[in-house]
């Protein structure tokens, strides 16, 4: 089992800045993908970010050049650094974490999310 804790949430002033972090433990064998998604009052879970284990990302139309996805491989943590923040990020945010947890087995794991909220 992997268990995934978020960490980095809270209020920030419109053009401001957070950083997330979301760190992965238990049974992990190898990870091939790592992301972020976030979910609106009302609205569908939306993938904002994701990287690969070889480093490729992907970003929402929405947030690029404003968010950067990055992780530390060594502590099985992924990041995701959001400036220039915008009433319309304000979301529940969760980290996903896939990969195997031992060489016949795969896991997709996803974190309890943390609160983003943009509000002057």
């Known amino acids: 089992q992997v268990q995934l804790v978020e960490s980095g949430g809270g209020l920030v002033q419109p053009g401001g800045s957070l950083r997330l972090s979301c760190s992965a433990s238990?049974?992990?064998?190898?990870?091939?993908?790592m992301g972020w998604h976030r979910q609106a009052p009302g609205k569908q879970r939306d993938l904002v970010a994701a990287?690969?284990?070889?480093?490729?990302?992907n970003y929402a139309d929405s947030v690029k050049g404003r968010f950067t996805i990055s992780t530390d491989n060594a502590k099985n943590t992924v990041y995701l650094q959001m400036n220039s923040l915008q009433p319309e990020d304000t979301a529940v945010y969760y980290c996903n974490v896939v990969g195997r947890s031992s060489k016949w087995r795969m896991f997709n794991s996803w974190g309890q999310g943390t609160q983003v909220t943009v509000s002057s």
């Open positions: 990287i690969t284990s070889g480093g490729s990302t």
């Open positions: 238990g049974s992990i064998f190898s990870i091939n993908d």
